[in-house]
């Protein structure tokens, strides 16, 4: 809900409801710097702009390729971060099954080894559920502060893209749960690396193998869910898809060197035969087989089915090694020409544009195959693109999604962020963003018409008006407290807001002082309180600019 | 009577209608799978009878669809089956696409886009999308997207908010995405401010069905929403409706069993809200494709072809088992595997339309459909 509290200062009460139109902004042409860090960053900051500024442009982006992650600053942030675990108690027949629990517990999880996390998947001892899902929980809270205050943000940028590209439902399962800190570690360890690399770690994933069933997949017949996705979502994508063109898998044309030009239900079919046995390490008897209790990938034999199989249209021969068919499945789709146009179009629509020419698509595609070895392969994209032409040339057009908006006007106010109560998780959801909760395996959409409805411009409206109020819980530090000691007439607090937002403190906030009933020359209100409903004001204002909410 | 209202109620992830409304006394379906995964003749797991069935094949509603079950008896709503895409595909994203757009040219947009667009309805809110985002369905129209209707409100009640609606209406211009957007919005929260807001509570006045709707249901929310914007006549003319969780591929029973549950109370509830303002109102449940018939070796069941449409109102004429079944048989199944497509679901689309909605000239909605009406108002 909005902040509604009456405001009472004298000269705010002749408030005169009259605006003043706003600066056409969008005629505005705007700083390229400015326009690179909203592209790359969760959001320009003072220090960021003042960092791209003095290493200039390639250099910036260059260091932003090969910072680490989880910097110094950040890890120990995170480490002073609590977040609230409460239930009530359960009685059992002999018994209660557990106390009642209501504690700040710090996010201890993300660091917990995966064979001690196995522990929350098992039904002795009985736990709540919300011990069961703490894992999840604690990646979806230091998300937000990742996102805020992490250095390396071109790296977190593209690792929220891999959770979407390959989404995950964290609490879809216990075992998705579990070891969900695993998983978003690996995506981001990986987010600018090999993608080949990646997706093995991905299809190896404890996480994605509960989420998507493969876990359970075994002879015969095999469980399709991991398969179809790794085809239609995670590779080729459904663009590749020929069931509709080609009746029969032999009529699938085929591209140099002879695979498939795209896939039909068959392959789904046989890919899943590949993958069945891939599992994970879960500490008991399942049918015929024991898995070990390592919380990690287990790979079955005895599940497997060994025996011939078409894929794209090459053969596999029967009774292979262990894990040879879907090792070799991940290798021809890694390396596939479709799933190199396939990324780079999304890559390109996350970083720029939703449909960019096929031209610049085809130049990234290529340079994608051609450092299909190299570690750095995803990097080398993102900087042939930011370096294309096409990147400078392209206006903003892409809306800033509910999740990099929040993000965004914390690095705007410069809050510190944490999230003890976990609620920003709900108020994002109510925007549609589910952050690391998004059922279906699509993930959260990348198109600017998908989040340029009503109810997200209503929501984008209440997070800027209410992000750094005590209610809504994520940041402790207040606005008022944030602004400058010398800030003291009104001039100086919209000059203030416009330059934290913009980079700019032309663009003025005319319409907030008009309506406030003040001039630039007029002093602030002493009152904390006072100032510090003004300075979210101010930031609203500012926010709801298309330069702020366009990137 | 007001103008005619469509309801869309879209089963996300592959609904498997096998075991919604079952051939309950077929060898091929017995044999396919484990009981908990079918409807039964007897026993526990007994299906609800429906009519005569299809074709002297008896057909059973799942226990859990009782509600929907006694619709059928009272002649409300009609079960079409094996329904679905012509073209083959087993895909959740390209399934969704292509019978939301309903364009087999690729004609821009989505089905009830086009209508829209082209009968330019009136009225504050001639189309909501209940939920966060919009469905393909809607492409190409501006619906309104809301889990409820305080949610299209901007600022109100907050001392700046006529500044920062001025803000809005003249800052985004008359292109780029948040241009309509934001024009829409501003004229849709007067309205609303108008009939909802309380000045001396500060808060919105709440929705009082006047049924019960099921608690702990993800349906009732929206279906509350939807019938709240019908009574107060804000000119509602199409409502979707997202209800999700129907991919069952693993360990489907419980899931199953509880989406079903939820379905035929919540919609039973907001049928029997709606009292008097039925008569202007049809309901379609659809879904992507139906599941295998042949459950997999994690007690789920895989992508399939052939779904169940269900329809509700009093236009159609209910209580009937429509389209024409093709039996389980191996050599009746698509690939050998799946319940064929024996109506193109744009046909059932096509019928309401005409039927319910008063469209004259469907070929516009849905290009270069050519197969014969279900009979729905025959």
């Given at each position: 809900m909005l902040n509604r509290r009456a405001f009472n200062l004298s000269v705010l009460l002749a408030a005169s409801a009259a605006a003043l139109r706003p600066d056409s902004v969008l005629a505005r042409t705007q700083d390229p710097d400015e326009i690179l860090l909203n592209r790359l960053t969760f959001g320009a900051t003072p220090g960021s702009r003042e960092r791209l500024s003095s290493l200039g442009r390639a250099d910036w982006l260059k260091e932003q390729l090969s910072l680490p992650p989880d910097d110094r600053a950040l890890m120990a942030h995170l480490r002073t971060l609590t977040l609230r675990i409460k239930y009530a108690q359960r009685k059992g027949k002999s018994g209660p099954l557990w106390a009642a629990t209501d504690e700040l517990r710090p996010l201890d999880m993300l660091h917990t080894p995966p064979e001690e996390r196995l522990k929350l998947t098992q039904n002795e001892p009985a736990r709540a559920g919300p011990e069961r899902r703490r894992p999840a929980h604690e990646v979806i809270a230091a998300s937000l502060p990742r996102a805020v205050h992490a250095e390396a943000q071109l790296r977190e940028v593209m690792t929220q893209f891999w959770h979407d590209h390959f989404n995950v439902y964290a609490e879809k399962g216990r075992l998705s749960a579990a070891f969900f800190p695993d998983f978003d570690r690996d995506l981001r360890a990986h987010a600018l690396g090999n993608f080949r690399e990646l997706l093995g770690k991905v299809a190896t994933a404890p996480s994605m193998l509960d989420y998507l069933d493969n876990s359970r997949s075994k002879a015969s017949p095999a469980n399709e869910n991991f398969a179809r996705e790794l085809l239609e979502l995670h590779t080729l994508g459904a663009e590749n898809y020929h069931n509709a063109q080609s009746a029969d898998w032999r009529d699938v044309p085929r591209i140099e060197g002879g695979l498939a030009a795209g896939y039909v239900d068959e392959d789904v079919y046989e890919v899943a035969r590949a993958f069945?046995?891939?599992?994970?390490?879960?500490g008991r008897r399942i049918g015929s087989a024991h898995l070990p209790a390592t919380g990690q990938f287990a790979y079955v034999a005895s599940w497997h089915d060994p025996y011939q199989k078409r894929i794209l249209g090459r053969d596999f021969s029967s009774n292979r090694a262990p894990m040879a068919d879907g090792e070799e499945v991940l290798d021809m789709l890694a390396t596939h020409p479709g799933t190199a146009r396939f990324i780079c179009r999304k890559i390109v629509r996350r970083l720029l544009i939703d449909d960019p020419s096929d031209a610049l698509v085809a130049r990234l595609a290529k340079e994608f195959l051609r450092w299909s070895e190299a570690p750095d392969q995803i990097g080398r994209v993102i900087q042939m693109l930011v370096e294309d032409p096409e990147f400078a040339d392209t206006p903003p057009s892409k809306l800033r999604r509910p999740f990099e908006l929040l993000a965004a006007l914390y690095r705007t106010s410069g809050a510190r962020v944490g999230s003890p109560e976990g609620r920003f998780y709900w108020q994002l959801a109510s925007a549609g963003w589910r952050q690391h909760?998004?059922?279906?395996?699509?993930?959260?959409?990348?198109?600017?018409e998908d989040w340029a409805s009503s109810t997200v411009m209503v929501r984008m409206i209440e997070m800027a008006m209410s992000a750094h109020e005590p209610w809504f819980d994520t940041t402790r530090d207040r606005l008022d407290a944030l602004m400058p000691k010398d800030v003291e007439t009104f001039g100086d607090l919209t000059r203030h807001w416009a330059r934290q937002a913009h980079g700019d403190p032309g663009d003025g906030l005319d319409d907030l002082l008009q309506a406030v009933g003040v001039t630039p020359e007029d002093p602030l209100p002493k009152d904390a309180g006072d100032q510090r409903h003004l300075a979210a004001m101010a930031l609203t204002f500012a926010a709801m600019s298309p330069r702020y909410l366009y990137r | 009577m007001s103008d005619p209202i469509l309801v869309v109620i879209f089963l996300r992830g592959g609904a498997d209608a096998l075991n919604i409304v079952s051939p309950t006394a077929d060898q091929n379906y017995i044999a396919a799978r484990p009981d908990m995964l079918r409807v039964a003749r007897g026993g526990d797991a007994q299906g609800i009878r429906l009519g005569d069935g299809l074709a002297d094949v008896e057909f059973r509603m799942h226990r859990n669809a009782r509600e929907l079950a006694d619709l059928f008896a009272a002649g409300d709503l009609s079960v079409i089956h094996a329904t679905g895409l012509t073209e083959a595909t087993r895909s959740h994203f390209d399934a969704e696409a292509q019978i939301e757009r309903a364009a087999s040219g690729g004609e821009a947009g989505g089905w009830l886009g086009r209508w829209l667009e082209a009968e330019a309805p009136g009225g504050p809110l001639p189309a909501l999308a209940v939920g966060t985002a919009m469905p393909e369905s809607l492409r190409g129209y501006h619906p309104a997207v809301a889990k409820k209707l305080s949610d299209l409100t901007v600022a109100t009640g907050h001392w700046l908010a006529p500044a920062l609606q001025a803000r809005l209406a003249d800052g985004f211009g008359d292109h780029g995405a948040l241009a309509k957007t934001s024009q829409e919005l501003l004229a849709l929260s007067k309205v609303l401010e108008h009939r909802l807001w309380m000045p001396k509570q500060d808060a919105f006045r709440t929705y009082s069905p006047s049924v019960k709707y099921p608690g702990r249901n993800r349906l009732s929310p929206a279906l509350m929403t939807v019938a709240q914007s019908i009574k107060e006549d804000l000119g509602l003319r199409v409502a979707t409706v997202d209800y999700g969780g129907w991919d069952t591929h693993a360990n489907q029973q419980g899931t199953f069993d509880r989406n079903l549950r939820g379905l035929s109370l919540a919609l039973m509830a907001f049928w029997r809200d709606l009292g008097p303002r039925q008569q202007d109102v049809s309901v379609v449940v659809m879904s992507e494709f139906g599941r295998r018939l042949r459950s997999n070796a994690s007690g789920g069941t895989d992508h399939g072809r052939a779904g169940a449409m269900l329809v509700l109102g009093p236009q159609s004429k209910g209580g009937r088992l429509l389209g024409r079944w093709p039996g389980l048989h191996n050599d009746a199944l698509e690939m050998g595997a799946d319940l064929a497509v024996t109506t193109d679901y744009r046909a059932v689309l096509s019928e309401i339309m005409a039927g319910h909605m008063g469209l004259k000239d469907t070929s516009r909605v849905f290009p270069g459909l050519d197969a014969p009406a279900p009979g729905l108002f025959a």
């Open positions: 069945t046995g891939w599992s994970i390490g879960v909760m998004f059922p279906p395996p699509t993930g959260h959409p990348d198109r600017t | -």
